[in-house]
């Protein structure tokens, strides 16, 4: 007889196969060219995060939710992940009361809206109802009112709205909903005196996880109605729904992304993946040009290339793969490069699942400046400056600046003609100066004069440094990449970390032409830069 007890609904990833590592969806998975789908929730849905936990298991003097990474407090990522969501009206973060002023700045530094800030309790389940009382507030409208409460840990950051839909509607139909994941280890019951009493059925159980979902009376009610002791030593809220008001909640699988902060290593696990997401898509902005397009579309290939590499894709001949440009066919490579499969996947940090190529950020492509945190302008004339001071003047309206350094490279294609006189179609003072101010607001800007070369083998060692600056873009972080031949043997030890030797501060580049070109210039020519604002000259 089925167990009519716990509904179990499986999500549609694989239980067993957990999908990739957590991290910050900013739209649907998959094609960056598809604005993420609206959802239809005809029905108001707030949300309540509980932060007002003391942080013992971690041992650190700051509560983990208020942890920095990138600048920016863990629970402002999170607040960030439901802000996305258009259904979700308001979101209550309970705090000790010690942390009020704390949260409310977090709150005005980082522009969160929909947000409202209450004092939480000495247990999480106390904090939580705090947090409901203030969503059904006498004197609040009654519209206001919710008909679902989502509840999340302010410390779980990396949410997915599909998965916070699901919970809604199921919550909605059920009366409550809640998140579970496979158990990883066996349960076990105690005896008193510290030996084993019994072992769970492993399969027969699951981990509650957050975020969990209840229709507004059913929480309210379920809090009026429980016990002290279930305030003070109880962890789970649909155990409450199901004693107190006979709710019994729909269980949905969820990812594995869902897990909780709370040991010191969790910490360093939420930077990791908050720095590879970040750094996961860019977008290439040609300004309609063709040959910038064309550029932009070498560039989308190679990336793509390099990232069917590493998830294993197909496309590589006899151990070695060629690089196509843009609209040739196979036969016409990017110029006659060929790299053995193990150095260039050792080579170069692969970050960019997608690299989305568009004229510019008018109409709707105006969404980019929400999605993306990597811009790549690619121009083609010397007054590239004035696109790239217009692009970070949408960067910083749009606000994402706030949340976390965004990576700005301009890419220069310039003829023989501009270089002939001055040697750069742009002096590399009037970018330091646009950087260094840039670099106040938040925004990361590198520059990249890319001579038209006969030879395309430039492209590949350019993907190199796009996918390298982008990566390690936090502020402080420079890569440097050596020269050619100093690329050759470092990729020979096929690591990556030999490319992209990570120096703090300062950046030393040497500007190169690529070897193999007939119209090769001058011996590469040493540019010592400090911080943003560095140029890289092919
Ligand atoms: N009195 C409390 C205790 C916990 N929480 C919140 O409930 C969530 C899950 O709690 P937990 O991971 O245990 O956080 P802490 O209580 O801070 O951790 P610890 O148990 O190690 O002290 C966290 O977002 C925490 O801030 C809360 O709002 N009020
Ligand atoms: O005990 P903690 O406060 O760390 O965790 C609280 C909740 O996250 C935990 O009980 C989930 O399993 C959801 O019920």
């Given at each position: 007889m089925e167990d009519h007890h716990k509904k179990m609904q499986s999500d549609s990833c694989d239980p067993d196969r957990p999908t990739h590592p957590g991290t910050f969806p900013t739209c649907e998975a998959g094609r960056s060219d598809h604005q993420p789908a609206e959802r239809s929730v005809d029905f108001p849905v707030s949300v309540v995060l509980p932060a007002g936990g003391h942080r013992e298991r971690t041992g650190l003097q700051t509560p983990k939710q208020f942890c920095l990474f990138m600048g920016r407090?863990?629970?402002?990522?999170?607040?960030?992940?439901?802000?996305?969501?258009?259904?979700?009206?308001?979101?209550?973060?309970?705090?000790?009361?010690?942390?009020?002023?704390?949260?409310?700045?977090?709150?005005?530094?980082?522009?969160?809206?929909?947000?409202?800030?209450?004092?939480?309790?000495?247990?999480?389940?106390r904090s939580i109802y705090n947090g409901v009382l203030a969503?059904?507030?006498?004197?609040?409208?009654?519209?206001?009112?919710?008909?679902?409460?989502?509840?999340?840990?302010?410390?779980?950051?990396?949410?997915?709205?599909?998965?916070?839909?699901?919970?809604?509607?199921?919550?909605?139909?059920?009366?409550?909903?809640?998140?579970?994941?496979?158990?990883?280890?066996?349960?076990?019951?105690?005896?008193?005196?510290?030996?084993?009493?019994?072992?769970?059925?492993?399969?027969?159980?699951?981990?509650?996880?957050?975020?969990?979902?209840?229709?507004?009376?059913?929480?309210?009610?379920?809090?009026?109605?429980?016990?002290?002791?279930?305030?003070?030593?109880?962890?789970?809220?649909?155990?409450?729904?199901?004693?107190?008001?006979?709710?019994?909640?729909?269980?949905?699988?969820?990812p594995p992304t869902l897990w909780k902060v709370t040991y010191k290593r969790d910490l360093a696990a939420a930077e990791s993946i908050i720095k590879d997401t970040l750094s996961r898509s860019a977008c290439a902005i040609t300004g309609?040009?063709?040959?910038?397009?064309?550029?932009?579309?070498?560039?989308?290939?190679?990336?793509?290339?390099?990232?069917?590499?590493?998830?294993?894709?197909?496309?590589?001949?006899?151990?070695?793969?060629?690089?196509?440009?843009?609209?040739?066919?196979?036969?016409?490579?990017?110029?006659?490069v060929s790299v053995s499969v193990d150095r260039l996947i050792g080579a170069i940090p692969l970050r960019w699942p997608e690299l989305a190529v568009i004229p510019d950020l008018t109409g709707e492509n105006g969404w980019y400046l929400l999605k993306d945190w990597n811009f790549i302008q690619v121009s083609v004339n010397r007054s590239c400056l004035s696109e790239?001071?217009?692009?970070?003047?949408?960067?910083?309206?749009?606000?994402?600046?706030?949340?976390?350094?965004?990576?700005?490279?301009?890419?220069?294609?310039?003829?023989?003609?501009e270089l002939s006189v001055s040697g750069r179609a742009v002096e590399p003072e009037a970018i330091m100066d646009l950087a260094s101010a840039a670099k106040l607001r938040n925004i990361l800007l590198y520059g990249i004069q890319l001579h038209q070369s006969k030879r395309d083998y430039v492209i590949f060692r350019m993907v190199a440094h796009l996918s390298c600056l982008a990566h390690n873009k936090t502020a402080g972080n420079t890569c440097s990449v050596p020269c050619k031949e100093r690329l050759e043997r470092s990729t020979r030890r096929s690591d990556a970390g030999s490319l992209a030797a990570i120096n703090h501060g300062q950046a030393r580049f040497h500007a190169h032409r690529s070897h193999t070109s007939s119209h090769s210039r001058p011996d590469p020519e040493q540019t010592v830069l400090r911080g943003a604002g560095r140029i890289l000259y092919y």
């Open positions: 407090p863990l629970i402002s990522y999170t607040i960030q992940a439901f802000e996305r969501v258009s259904w979700i009206q308001s979101i209550v973060v309970v705090v000790a009361r010690e942390h009020m002023d704390l949260m409310t700045d977090i709150v005005q530094q980082f522009q969160h809206t929909k947000v409202r800030v209450v004092p939480g309790g000495s247990t999480r389940h969503l059904g507030e006498e004197g609040r409208l009654v519209a206001d009112k919710p008909k679902v409460v989502l509840i999340h840990d302010a410390v779980r950051p990396f949410v997915e709205e599909d998965f916070l839909y699901k919970i809604a509607m199921a919550a909605k139909e059920q009366g409550a909903a809640g998140a579970i994941r496979p158990l990883v280890s066996t349960v076990i019951a105690t005896t008193s005196e510290g030996y084993l009493d019994h072992s769970l059925e492993r399969a027969k159980y699951r981990a509650s996880e957050m975020p969990q979902g209840f229709t507004y009376d059913v929480i309210y009610q379920a809090y009026q109605k429980c016990s002290e002791s279930d305030f003070e030593f109880g962890t789970e809220c649909l155990h409450l729904a199901l004693q107190y008001c006979g709710t019994n909640a729909k269980l949905i699988q969820g309609g040009s063709a040959q910038a397009v064309t550029l932009a579309g070498a560039l989308q290939e190679a990336v793509g290339a390099l990232n069917m590499l590493h998830l294993g894709g197909p496309d590589v001949s006899n151990g070695r793969i060629w690089l196509s440009r843009a609209g040739l066919g196979p036969r016409d490579r990017l110029g006659s790239v001071e217009a692009l970070l003047t949408d960067l910083e309206a749009a606000k994402q600046a706030l949340l976390h350094p965004l990576v700005v490279i301009l890419v220069l294609l310039s003829g023989s003609d």
